[in-house]
């Protein structure tokens, strides 16, 4: 088969898009690279500072101190159950949502789409909702986690739009044959929704795991805190009180960058080993949820 030769301008332009990808992956990877290099560094090099690929020494005492803290490992078991369960029901409740708004002879179907579309928009406020939430005794409540969030507007506007490109006919055999509504949502409907399911599983699991706010402002026991409330005092108010109470068992030997590093390392891990199974699902997904037909 004879190759096509490029003119100048297409060679040209494939050239910016190489490079410009390049630049991307670059600045994507060695943010990573460097806080894993940060989290095995030696102490002295750590808190030295300056900008390094390849660590000069090799140190694991940062995540020996995460590893035998016990504080840490509650907020992990408590982030892993929030993301496990919350993703869970999200997904289903979601589901459940938008099956109904993407049947056409649904009564009044346009007004509650409406109403779905427009809490996308308008947002009640952060005291109204603690008020909402004291009322509702969700205030140091691991429910908190999982309630206010269940269902996301934009999530069910993609899994309608989904369902509505899946041929009608088969609604209509399935209900000529005597099938119920949730016998065609069950046996019918969500299992060719694979790809939309598995990407808003992502897109809940990843903000399940890496809320902390809810946990900071709601939740009061540290016994039912998340890990990425450990983080975010670590990284932004300062590790000082942190080493203090005993997050880090050895503060002689132990610096703030190497514990940050340390505990973004592990708190990430879970979440690049998930992905790649779900990516696969991802672009087609986004593709036809994202469709309006």
């Known amino acids: 088969m004879q190759k096509i030769k490029q003119s100048l301008p297409e060679t040209i332009f494939d050239f910016f898009n190489y490079f410009l990808m390049a630049v991307l992956i670059i600045s994507m990877l060695y943010p990573f690279i460097y806080t894993l290099n940060i989290s095995f560094a030696d102490p002295s090099d750590a808190s030295a500072g300056g900008y390094f690929i390849i660590p000069k020494s090799f140190n694991l005492t940062a995540y020996k101190n995460i590893i035998s803290d016990g504080m840490f490992w509650i907020g992990y078991k408590n982030t892993i159950l929030r993301t496990l369960i919350g993703t869970v029901l999200s997904v289903f409740m979601t589901c459940l949502c938008a099956y109904p708004l993407s049947r056409r002879d649904m009564p009044h179907r346009k007004l509650f789409t409406f109403i779905v579309i427009f809490t996308m928009i308008f947002s009640g406020g952060l005291i109204p909702n603690f008020i909402l939430y004291n009322n509702l005794g969700l205030i140091d409540n691991p429910l908190i986690y999982i309630l206010p969030g269940l269902i996301a507007a934009f999530n069910v506007i993609l899994v309608k739009n989904f ?19 949730w016998y065609i949502f069950t046996r019918l409907y969500l299992p060719l929704s694979k790809p939309i399911i598995a990407t808003i599983a992502l897109f809940n699991a990843v903000g399940h795991w890496n809320a902390w706010f809810d946990s900071l402002l709601f939740i009061n026991s540290e016994g039912k805190k998340v890990v990425q409330t450990f983080l975010q005092r670590i990284a932004i108010e300062g590790d000082t009180s942190l080493i203090e109470s005993g997050l880090v068992s050895d503060a002689v030997q132990m610096t703030p960058e190497s514990i940050k590093a340390a505990i973004v390392i592990v708190t990430i891990v879970p979440m690049l080993c998930v992905y790649p199974f779900v990516q696969k699902f991802f672009n087609k997904g986004i593709m036809l949820g994202g469709v309006k037909e």
Do not use: K, P, R
């Not at 369902?163 to 509504?181: C, K, P, T, V, Y």
């Open 163 to 181: 369902f509505q490109g899946i041929s009608n006919s088969l609604h209509e055999a399935a209900s000529i044959d005597g099938a119920s509504e």
